[in-house]
């Protein structure tokens, strides 16, 4: 504070710690010290991720000897889904491919892109987006248009002739 | 760099004038006397800043409905990283405002620095006092649980029964008598949207006069030079704020905020108690029965501030040292002895057990969904010590492997046979054989397989009562013949949900004797020990309701 041109002059200021001195640097100090015992436990509370209480679901979503080999079918579930303080029971659907060796593959519903639905075109042997037209191969991975990276994919499990997924992992970037 | 930096506070202050203003309100001129006692104010200033900031952080994640606002402070208690934190220093930051706010009133009133000309300023301030008390009563409801709830009843009550205004009242509070979503909305937002702009304009217009007229001197002071604000009294401020927030971060740190169940408007044994600075109110009441109770609830509280407020027209003496102040000592002391009568005698006759008992919703209560012979098991698990050589999913280690890893979670049988013998099942293991019969390490294990990483700590929230409770009911075979969250038999009626349609001394009377209480019951009579019947009582109180 010594550098604030003060109005009153101060009558002594010897060098060193003075009165006056402690008094400032015990004030900012103080201050500094509060501003951080509250500044941190907040910017935690806000940017930490909530913990996860509920632990992973395998949901079943139909029969799986239901769907023909290489022909995707999508399929319709409900999911709790975990919002904040709420947990809401919601209908989601998943694109699931049966593969000539009978193990399953089960897309997100959403294009990569910008999150339009996407659908299999039967003719085309793709799944288009109509919104910017990326199109991805039946295994996911992208063959033409904006998408930046393949379609995500839940963790699948198969249980006697039912299907269950797990949590959707969404994949690295494409090169 | 220090010229760069001088020149650029010149040109904001020839831009703006903020540093002249600054500098104009530190070395404001003080008396003489000024010292450690005037620092009072500039605390509660601090603790209204903690708050408005502690607020803010919790209404980011908070949802003003009732249910949803249970729902949200549980979330914020159970599952953000420091929202106990915040929440406890919003908390105590209340009590303490108080505490805080009625000390500068008294050291005010002591040294009478509301004599002219101070009069509007000690006024502004008895208003600034209402609104914190304001602040203390609709944040009372904020968290929805039964506490909440029960204690905004009476209050919404007691502000109906005031003469004359009683119904404008009751219906400026959202609803004839009744607490639900309109007082709800009214309540928060008198606390959120009301009363800060209100505080901020009050606290402007009180430094301002305290300014225009400037701190209040001491006799002697005229002969004495003044000095300045800055820097030794802002020290003295500045040590004052950071001992009062040492002791408000050390309770919110320490003491546990309770959080009770979901407020249950059906609930008829809830007994209601207001925040303790309250109590004294709440006990003046029971001194005026009958038609007189208007007295205690309204007239008498009234008076008491209409006096508050005039104080510096019935005391219009001259200025007189402290110590001479006898009348103004013994005003002081009076009032501390009543008020400190009142709230011991309301705390005397609070009742020791409530009909239910007390859960702490404040932190995750995951154990409530046990089963009986799970819950017996955190007894046996406590009882035998597994924890001195066992983590349970902390990520520490000691002897014994980790109890959440799915590893060592194999079926009962195999579990049971390893705690006879462990060293037959895992040869060479440190862990002694358990003393305990088959139904008991049955137990041990059922609770040891519902163990996962996410769970751990929340099923060690289990209270003592709850696991002794469990004991009773599995010793006694109770799921023989009741079912208990979806474990035991359907001969007799399921017990959760009991709570809410026995009452506790029903039930107690029911083991004793339940062919008398209900004719024709097949039950058979069970004498129990004292404390054997309270934990189970209270364990079977405690079931949360079927969904």
């Known amino acids: 504070m010594e550098d604030v041109p003060s109005p009153i002059p101060i009558a002594s200021a010897p060098k060193g710690v003075t009165r006056r001195n402690f008094y400032v640097g015990a004030i900012y100090g103080i201050g500094a010290a509060i501003a951080a015992a509250l500044g941190i436990p907040a910017a935690v509370y806000l940017l930490f991720p909530p913990k996860i209480r509920q632990a992973d679901q395998w949901i079943e979503i139909g029969d799986v000897t239901s769907l023909a080999a290489d022909s995707p079918a999508e399929m319709t579930f409900r999911h709790n889904r975990v919002d904040g303080w709420k947990v809401s029971s919601e209908k989601a659907t998943a694109w699931v491919v049966k593969h000539s060796d009978n193990s399953v593959t089960a897309f997100g519903p959403q294009c990569t892109h910008l999150g339009c639905a996407y659908h299999w075109d039967d003719g085309k042997s793709e799944f288009i987006c109509p919104c910017h037209n990326s199109l991805f191969s039946i295994d996911g991975k992208v063959t033409a248009g904006p998408a930046p990276r393949p379609l995500d994919r839940y963790e699948t499990r198969i249980d006697g002739k039912k299907l269950l997924i797990g949590r959707l992992i969404v994949p690295e970037r494409q090169a | 760099m220090r010229r760069r930096w001088d020149r650029a506070r010149a040109w904001l202050d020839h831009r703006t004038g903020v540093d002249t203003a600054v500098r104009q309100f530190l070395y404001e001129e003080i008396p003489a006397s000024s010292g450690w006692q005037q620092v009072f104010g500039s605390v509660a200033v601090f603790l209204f800043l903690v708050q408005a900031f502690t607020g803010a952080l919790l209404a980011f994640n908070y949802a003003p409905t009732p249910g949803d606002a249970y729902n949200s402070l549980r979330y914020i208690l159970t599952e953000l990283t420091a929202g106990r934190l915040i929440r406890g220093l919003h908390h105590w930051g209340a009590s303490m405002m108080i505490v805080v706010v009625v000390l500068h009133m008294v050291q005010v009133f002591l040294y009478g620095a509301y004599k002219k000309p101070r009069e509007a300023t000690w006024m502004v301030g008895v208003v600034l006092l209402l609104v914190t008390l304001a602040y203390g009563l609709t944040g009372y409801l904020l968290p929805w649980d039964n506490r909440a709830y029960w204690g905004t009843v009476v209050t919404t009550r007691i502000a109906g029964s005031a003469p004359i205004v009683g119904p404008y009242l009751t219906r400026l509070l959202g609803g004839g008598g009744s607490v639900g979503v309109v007082t709800f909305a009214r309540f928060y937002g008198m606390h959120v949207l009301l009363l800060p702009p ?104 009234g008076l008491a501030v209409l006096t508050l407020i005039v104080v510096p027209f019935l005391d219009r003496g001259r200025l007189v040292k402290v110590t001479k102040r006898t009348f103004a000592i013994a005003a002081v002391l009076l009032a501390a002895i009543g008020w400190g009568g009142l709230t011991a005698a309301a705390v005397a006759t609070t009742p020791k057990t409530q009909e239910a008992a007390q ?24 009882q035998e010590r597994c924890e001195s050589c066992h983590v349970s999913g902390d990520g520490s280690s000691k002897i014994g492997p980790d109890l959440t890893q799915a590893s060592i979670h194999k079926d009962a049988a195999w579990m049971i046979q390893h705690f006879k013998r462990p060293s037959a099942m895992r040869p060479g293991t440190a862990m002694p054989p358990i003393q305990l019969s088959d139904a008991q390490l049955n137990s041990l294990a059922a609770f040891l397989l519902k163990l996962t990483p996410a769970n751990a700590s929340a099923l060690g929230n289990a209270p003592e009562f709850a696991t002794a409770g469990a004991l009773v009911y599995q010793a006694k075979q109770c799921g023989g013949c009741h079912m208990v969250n979806g474990n035991g038999a359907k001969i007799g009626p399921p017990l959760n949900g009991l709570a809410q349609r026995r009452s506790r001394s029903w039930v107690e009377e029911h083991f004793a004797n339940p062919d008398a209480l209900s004719p024709g019951s097949m039950m058979p009579p069970y004498s129990l020990s004292p404390k054997d019947m309270a934990d189970l009582t209270s364990y079977l109180f405690s079931l949360p309701e079927p969904q």
């Open chain 2, 359 to 382: 859960i702490d919703y404040s932190t995750p209560t995951d154990w409530l969904q046990l089963t009986p012979p799970e819950m017996a098991g955190i007894a046996y698990f406590r």
């Open chain 2, 198 to 301: 209100a505080t901020i304009l009050l606290i402007a217009l009180h430094v301002f006069l305290v300014r225009k007229h400037g701190v209040a001197p001491a006799p002697g002071d005229e002969v004495l030079p003044r000095k300045k604000f800055f820097p030794a009294q802002v020290f003295k401020d500045t040590m004052a704020i950071f001992v009062a927030f040492a002791i408000l971060y050390t309770l919110a740190l320490v003491a546990r905020v309770p959080l009770e169940q979901l407020a249950d408007p059906t609930d008829t044994s809830y007994i209601p108690r207001p925040e303790w600075y309250f109590l004294f109110l709440f006990q003046t009441l029971k001194l005026f029965p009958g038609p007189l109770e208007v007295l205690g609830s309204v007239v008498l509280p």
